[in-house]
């Protein structure tokens, strides 16, 4: 077999001579064509595989009008969920048959509109929104893409198809955990309410209390850190007017338990805390975390199946809603009082 030039990358002409058969050939059988007889694609496959040749995605897009590429655009954070969701989507895709074109954006409209250029620009089939502000939905909105949006948000838009866990009734399921206990004094630490999702749990704990006909102080508006959380459970224990909080998301449960450990305040005995999220490390607190489990990988492996079948000219759903799940660990319990 004669050897191919170790100094660059192996190309398809070099695939066509070891296989024995035309460039032309090799190109069918990239593009999947039908009319390859199967022995010889699988030669040309094992030829492939041996010498390590990887198609150039510009060409075969050139070629095919298909970039088999799907972008991604999330703002730029180091949270648990966006980030899960990420690796889940590109194995997905993979799988798939579909690379991925991913940009990190901040919340800066112009910064948007310039990571939306780079992935259009790369000539994706669908993109995939990870953001979780209404304002990124707006500049979407503007451009006015040709190309099928998944939102991975709670809200449906006109643009885009929505998929995401239930927050609504997920923060519900939360805050009756914690009513069915017997506590009638619950505190909100909430994230902040030009996030979709954060809004969404507030919501979703005001409708319950407001079910329950139980007086509610104004949630504390927060930004989902660990540092929040602790700040928030210091400012509160000045109060010692709950006996339970309800935190949009795990790191500024986090930070509450921190804050409440500092000051010797058993948890659950004096004070139960729930979070969202379910987290890695939510189960391996002290005492381990009452959470809202959102699964981010399925949500994932949701979103490729919903732009292929876009891309594919598939009807699909303009809004999918996957359930949340209360996980019941040590951080609640009924007050210490009943």
């Given at each position: 077999?004669?050897?191919?030039?170790?100094?660059?990358?192996?190309?398809?002409?070099?695939?066509?001579?070891?296989?024995?058969?035309?460039?032309?050939?090799?190109?069918?059988?990239?593009?999947?064509?039908?009319?390859?007889?199967?022995?010889?694609?699988?030669?040309?496959?094992?030829?492939?595989?041996?010498?390590?040749?990887?198609?150039?995605?510009?060409?075969?897009?050139?070629?095919?009008s298909r970039s088999k590429a799907i972008g991604v655009l999330t703002l730029q954070n180091v949270h648990f969920g966006p980030q899960t969701m990420v690796n889940a989507?590109?194995?997905?895709?993979?799988?798939?048959?579909?690379?991925?074109?991913?940009?990190?954006?901040?919340?800066?409209?112009?910064?948007?509109?310039?990571?939306?250029?780079?992935?259009?620009?790369?000539?994706?089939?669908?993109?995939?929104?990870?953001?979780?502000?209404?304002?990124?939905?707006?500049?979407?909105?503007?451009?006015?893409?040709?190309?099928?949006?998944?939102?991975?948000?709670?809200?449906?838009?006109?643009?885009?198809?929505?998929?995401?866990?239930?927050?609504?009734?997920?923060?519900?399921?939360?805050?009756?955990?914690?009513?069915?206990?017997?506590?009638?004094?619950?505190?909100?630490?909430?994230?902040?309410?030009?996030?979709?999702?954060?809004?969404?749990?507030?919501?979703?704990?005001?409708?319950?209390?407001?079910?329950?006909?139980?007086?509610?102080?104004?949630?504390?508006?927060?930004?989902?850190?660990?540092?929040?959380?602790?700040?928030?459970?210091?400012?509160?224990?000045?109060?010692?007017?709950?006996?339970?909080?309800?935190?949009?998301?795990?790191?500024?449960?986090?930070?509450?338990?921190?804050?409440?450990?500092?000051?010797?305040?058993?948890?659950?005995?004096?004070?139960?805390?729930?979070?969202?999220?379910?987290?890695?490390?939510?189960?391996?607190?002290?005492?381990?975390?009452?959470?809202?489990?959102?699964?981010?990988?399925?949500?994932?492996?949701?979103?490729?199946?919903?732009?292929?079948?876009?891309?594919?000219?598939?009807?699909?759903?303009?809004?999918?809603?996957?359930?949340?799940?209360?996980?019941?660990?040590?951080?609640?319990?009924?007050?210490?009082?009943?």
């Open positions: 077999m004669p050897e191919v030039d170790k100094v660059r990358a192996p190309n398809i002409r070099d695939v066509a001579a070891l296989a024995g058969v035309s460039y032309q050939t090799v190109s069918r059988v990239l593009n999947d064509s039908p009319s390859i007889r199967p022995a010889t694609r699988q030669r040309v496959l094992d030829v492939i595989d041996e010498i390590g040749y990887r198609p150039n995605q510009a060409a075969r897009a050139l070629v095919t989507i590109e194995v997905e895709a993979r799988a798939a048959g579909y690379r991925l074109s991913i940009a990190s954006t901040t919340r800066a409209d112009d910064d948007v509109r310039a990571s939306v250029d780079l992935l259009t620009n790369q000539a994706v089939e669908a993109i995939i929104v990870i953001a979780p502000q209404r304002k990124f939905f707006d500049v979407l909105d503007e451009l006015e893409l040709s190309v099928p949006i998944v939102a991975l948000d709670s809200t449906a838009r006109s643009t885009a198809h929505s998929l995401s866990v239930d927050q609504h009734a997920g923060a519900r399921l939360a805050t009756r955990h914690l009513i069915d206990l017997g506590h009638r004094h619950i505190v909100h630490v909430a994230g902040p309410q030009d996030w979709i999702e954060a809004d969404e749990r507030m919501q979703g704990f005001l409708y319950e209390m407001g079910e329950a006909e139980l007086s509610v102080e104004p949630p504390i508006l927060g930004d989902l850190t660990a540092d929040f959380g602790y700040l928030a459970g210091k400012e509160l224990l000045r109060r010692r007017d709950f006996t339970a909080v309800f935190s949009a998301n795990d790191l500024m449960a986090v930070g509450l338990l921190h804050a409440f450990r500092e000051a010797d305040v058993d948890v659950p005995r004096e004070v139960s805390v729930v979070g969202f999220d379910d987290s890695p490390t939510a189960a391996h607190l002290w005492p381990p975390l009452t959470t809202v489990r959102q699964d981010f990988e399925l949500i994932g492996r949701r979103a490729v199946e919903l732009v292929v079948a876009e891309i594919a000219g598939r009807t699909v759903a303009d809004r999918t809603l996957l359930p949340a799940e209360l996980i019941v660990r040590g951080s609640t319990d009924r007050p210490w009082f009943l």
